[in-house]
């Protein structure tokens, strides 16, 4: 069975960062094709990140400059760096897999003084 499991959420400071990993399951052959979704309370899931096969990236305008996805094959590992935190980046971060339509479980993100 195909999991992903994301970490490294918490409350930061604006202008501050944090780094979202999201481990999947051994079964998974590649870490590609895969994205990092958010929600925020009362609002639809968007998309912020996302990866290709070969490292080929696309952002949402909100995040460019700011975010950057990568990932680690060798770790089976999804990773998000997120740096100059505002507080309209509060929400709960989901990684997803294109290939396997498979949901982690999310993890929170606030950004407050």
């Known amino acids: 069975q195909v999991q992903l499991v994301e970490s490294g959420g918490g409350l930061v400071q604006p202008g501050g960062s944090l780094r979202l990993s999201c481990a999947a399951s051994a079964i998974i052959f590649s870490i590609d094709h895969m994205g990092w979704y958010r929600q925020a309370p009362g609002k639809q899931r968007e998309l912020v990140a996302h990866?290709?096969?070969?490292?080929?990236?696309n952002y949402a305008d909100s995040v460019k400059g700011r975010f950057t996805i990568f990932s680690d094959n060798a770790k089976k590992t999804l990773y998000l760096q997120m740096s100059s935190l505002k507080p309209e980046d509060t929400a709960v971060y989901y990684c997803?897999?294109?290939?396997?339509?498979?949901w982690g479980q999310g993890t929170q993100v606030t950004v407050s003084s």
């Open positions: 997803h897999s294109d290939r396997y339509g498979v």
């Open positions: 990866i290709t096969s070969g490292g080929i990236t």
